[in-house]
């Protein structure tokens, strides 16, 4: 009996991301490599691309997990790939930032949350551009903690990842909220 390819691999035990990286870690086994790019790359690509446009996002992600192969004797058995690789991503985002010169954290005034030219036609027919362009327009630490959290992060694991007090974490999530709801009941 075959099983389908994306079966493969269910019923064994080994193929738990933080085996995956040690293994590649001890031997530079290519294709425990590739298992854990397989399994994580979509969801740094999304952590990445929402805090960025698609080439900053594509030469972050390569550059990520050319740093994860450089550096995969650092990761510490036992503790959260996930985590890990997240703070990889975000250090390699901000570094490329500064680079390009477009890091800022200004705060959001009224006039940026007055300013969200979108037409009524297309707000009615995709909430979801709307709701992308909110979070694109959020200062870069609030857009942070927020996706994040939407990446199912707990406050904890943010402010660990950022270096943050949780309260700090939990403060910037609380005012992108605040942006969001107030900027989403204003246009719709």
Same mark, same amino acid.
């Given at each position: ?41 979509? !969801? #740094?690509?999304?952590?990445? /691309? @929402? ?9 972050? *992600?390569? &550059? ?26 975000r250090h390699t985002l901000i570094d490329e930032l500064r680079r390009l ?10 006039? !940026? #949350?007055?300013?969200?030219? /979108? @037409? ?9 551009? *709307?709701? &992308? ?46 942006n969001i709801r107030s900027t989403l009941e204003s246009k719709l």
């Amino acid at each position: 009996m075959k099983l389908p390819s994306m079966m493969k691999g269910w019923f064994n035990p080994n193929v738990k991301p933080e085996l995956l990286l040690d293994k590649y870690a001890q031997s530079g086994d290519k294709k425990s490599l590739a298992k854990l790019i397989e399994h994580y790359n979509r !969801d #740094l690509f999304h952590f990445l /691309l @929402s805090q960025s446009d698609h080439a900053t996002a594509e030469d972050c *992600l390569q &550059n990520t997990w050319l740093k994860v192969m450089k550096n995969a004797e650092q990761y510490k058995l036992g503790t959260s790939v996930k985590n890990w690789l997240f703070t990889i991503a975000r250090h390699t985002l901000i570094d490329e930032l500064r680079r390009l010169n477009r890091w800022h954290t200004r705060a959001l005034s009224e006039h !940026d #949350l007055s300013s969200l030219t /979108l @037409s009524e036609e297309v707000i009615k027919k995709d909430s979801l551009t *709307l709701f &992308n362009h909110i979070i694109s327009q959020l200062p870069f630490y609030q857009r942070e903690a927020f996706i994040l959290q939407q990446e199912g992060f707990s406050l904890h694991e943010i402010a660990i990842m950022t270096h943050e007090k949780q309260e700090t974490i939990k403060s910037r999530i609380r005012y992108a909220k605040q942006n969001i709801r107030s900027t989403l009941e204003s246009k719709l």
